[in-house]
């Protein structure tokens, strides 16, 4: 229980009323629906941390393998890591994506120009 004395405001300070005035308050007390509920939170949470971590391995290996294919996955994967809140993790894969489809494209590119000139 909660108590609060109201202050008096008349015109004589050294006067005490006889009635006090204390007014009580009650906290009320309502169960919260959170408990009957799983915490599904922390499953999404992860789900897309793995997702994100996907994402880097198809970008990764798509340095050694097939460029253009794995690159794409990870570039496409990689943005929806980023859509999903975890932008560290999908920008790097993003980053390695591009960087594999950009470096692959030109090299093929070179060894075109090459045999044609």
């Keep these: 229980m909660y108590r609060h ?3 008096q405001h008349h015109k004589h300070h050294n006067h005490k009323l006889s009635n006090d005035h204390e007014e009580e308050y ?3 007390f309502y169960p919260t ?3 009957y509920y799983t915490d ?3 499953n999404s949470y992860i789900s897309r941390l793995v997702l994100g ?3 880097l391995f198809f970008s ?3 340095l050694f393998l097939m460029p253009v ?3 794409l996955i990870g570039i496409v994967l990689g943005i929806y890591t980023v859509t999903k809140g975890h932008s560290t993790l999908g920008y790097t894969s993003i980053g390695f994506g591009l ?3 950009i470096v692959s494209i030109f090299y093929n590119l070179l060894f075109v120009l090459s045999a044609i000139l």
């Design 5 to 7: 004395k109201k202050k």
């Design 26 to 28: 009650g906290a009320e």
């Design 33 to 35: 629906r959170d408990i």
């Design 40 to 42: 599904s939170k922390s």
């Design 53 to 55: 971590y996907v994402a």
């Design 60 to 62: 990764l290996f798509s």
């Design 69 to 71: 294919v794995f690159g």
């Design 99 to 101: 960087f594999s489809v």
